[in-house]
T-cell receptor, first 115, second 115 residues
Framework: AQTVTQSQPEMSVQEAETVTLSCTYD???????LFWYKQPPSRQMILVIR??????QNATENRFSVNFQKAAKSFSLKISDSQLGDTAMYFC????????????FGGGTRLMVKP | GAGVSQTPSNKVTEKGKYVELRCDPI?????LYWYRQSLGQGPEFLIY????????DSGLPNDRFFAVRPEGSVSTLKIQRTERGDSAVYLC?????????????FGPGTRLTVL
């Protein structure tokens, strides 16, 4: 079974600063996907970024980037130029590369961006 | 509609009652997932549909929980004899084919409160 751990229950950052959210996971799989989802108070789970484990290059999406360390089973999210709208719960998630596989989520990190 | 929709948004019921929660996936998405998110935690997998059939129901906690997707589109999660511990946000997600490469898109969830 896979496990995903987010060791930071809460974090805060000043607007326009950079913040990094941590995630580690445990799996015996070699092929898989990793995701960061954002969940604002509206409850809608929004995909922020995804990473294929077979890719060495770290994924980036505008202000969001990841540091994927496969050997260390680490997958951190960096948010640059933080904006007030980034305030939300952030969940790291794992999915096997196989049809019909569910997401396994971490416990989440609550991020507060302060003006 | 463009996204996954779920109804009702909120449901309050009494212990022992029966409830149904509905999910409308993105048009054309053949894979559909149900997750349960308890307060302060990440979502946990309940069941996965590929088309009309439940391909994986290993996450259903007990036989009080059941889900259907009779025409391969809309799905209903049914909970019998509700208990206070069933209180949670129930999230639905859909994806194109779940071939291991398809991103899951989430609905806004149904918050179930069992009094």
């Amino acid at each position: 079974a896979q496990t995903v751990t987010q060791s930071q229950p809460e974090m805060s950052v000043q607007e326009a600063e950079t913040v990094t959210l941590s995630c580690t996971y445990d799996t015996s799989e070699n092929n898989y996907y990793l995701f960061w989802y954002k969940q604002p108070p509206s409850r809608q789970m929004i995909l922020v970024i995804r990473q294929e484990a077979y890719k060495q290059q770290n994924a980036t999406e505008n202000r969001f980037s990841v540091n994927f360390q496969k050997a260390a089973k680490s997958f951190s999210l960096k948010i640059s130029d933080s904006q007030l709208g980034d305030t939300a719960m952030y969940f790291c998630a794992f999915m096997k590369q196989r049809r019909g596989n569910m997401l396994t989520f971490g416990g989440g990190t609550r991020l507060m961006v302060k003006p | 509609g463009a996204g996954v929709s779920q109804t009702p948004s909120n449901k309050v019921t009494e212990k022992g009652k029966y409830v149904e929660l509905r999910c409308d996936p993105i048009s054309g998405h053949t894979a559909l997932y149900w997750y349960r998110q308890s307060l302060g935690q990440g979502p946990e997998f309940l069941i996965y549909f590929q088309g009309t059939g439940a391909a994986d129901d290993s996450g259903l906690p007990n036989d009080r929980f059941f889900a259907v997707r009779p025409e391969g589109s809309v799905s209903t999660l049914k909970i019998q004899r509700t208990e206070r511990g069933d209180s949670a946000v129930y999230l639905c997600a859909s994806s194109l084919d779940s071939g291991g490469t398809d991103t899951q898109y989430f609905g806004p969830g149904t918050r179930l409160t069992v009094l």
